[in-house]
């Protein structure tokens, strides 16, 4: 089985603290993904990576960054956090190819609560 | 641009009830469809998929979905609903280059006793 993991279930931030997301795959999926996810506007791409050292914003990448140094692992940063960046976030990895199947797998998720 | 639209926020159904969860796509070629669920607290799951060939594709837990290309829909369907479906499912068209996924906004199904 696919096993995608997020380093916390939840996590509590100050206005202005740079904020770590990360995100382990161990399925040697080339892209990986960021989304945010708020009621009622279901999920938005923030940035993906579909190689080491590559990325591309998605819909909604004001305000972030990413970084994959490594294959399996994927950083969500918030270099100065604002409470509108209060949401659950959800990393995601797929194959990348036809063969292997265009869905994404998700992890269990990060809210983040910035106060 | 690709979007979905899933029209119904809310659902509610009885236990051991039909069910009908609509999703209309916009995009110009053939899409891959996505169905999945995520539970209170959790990630999303997978139910099934849509890429090519039969139009009617069976998935996990007792769903299945059909893709109707003149309707632009890609509706998944439950026989008989358990109190243990009770989630929230979305609805997703993906594009080939990065495999990017486009999500509906979600609906909500309660099942009532």
């Known amino acids: 089985d696919v096993k995608v993991t997020q380093s916390s279930r939840y996590l509590v931030k100050r206005t202005g603290e740079k904020v770590f997301l990360e995100c382990v795959q161990d399925?040697?999926?080339?892209?990986m993904f960021w989304y945010r996810q708020d009621p009622g506007l279901g999920l938005r791409l923030i940035y993906f990576?579909?190689?080491?050292?590559?990325?591309e914003k998605g819909d909604i990448p004001e305000g972030y960054s990413v970084s994959r140094e490594k294959k399996e692992r994927f950083s969500l940063i918030l270099e100065s956090a604002s409470t509108n960046q209060t949401s659950m976030y959800l990393c995601?990895?797929?194959?990348?190819?036809?063969?292997?199947?265009?869905?994404?797998?998700f992890g269990p998720g990060t809210r983040l609560t910035v106060t | 641009a690709q979007s979905v639209t899933q029209p119904d926020i809310h659902i509610t159904v009885s236990e051991g009830a039909s069910l009908e969860l609509r999703c209309n796509y916009s995009y110009g070629a053939t899409p891959y469809l996505f169905w999945y669920v995520q539970s209170p607290g959790q990630g999303l799951q997978l139910l099934l998929k849509y890429f090519s060939g039969d139009t009617l594709v069976q998935g996990i837990k007792g769903f299945e979905a059909e893709f109707k290309r003149s309707q632009s829909s890609f509706n998944l369907r439950k026989p008989s609903v358990h109190w243990s479906d009770a989630a929230e499912y979305f609805c997703a068209v993906g594009q080939e280059y990065g495999n990017k996924l486009v999500f509906g906004a979600g609906t909500i199904l309660r099942v009532k006793s």
């Open positions: 995601a990895s797929s194959p990348g190819d036809s063969t292997g199947g265009y869905e994404q797998y």
């Open positions: 990576s579909y190689d080491v050292k590559m990325k």
């Open positions: 399925m040697d999926h080339e892209n």
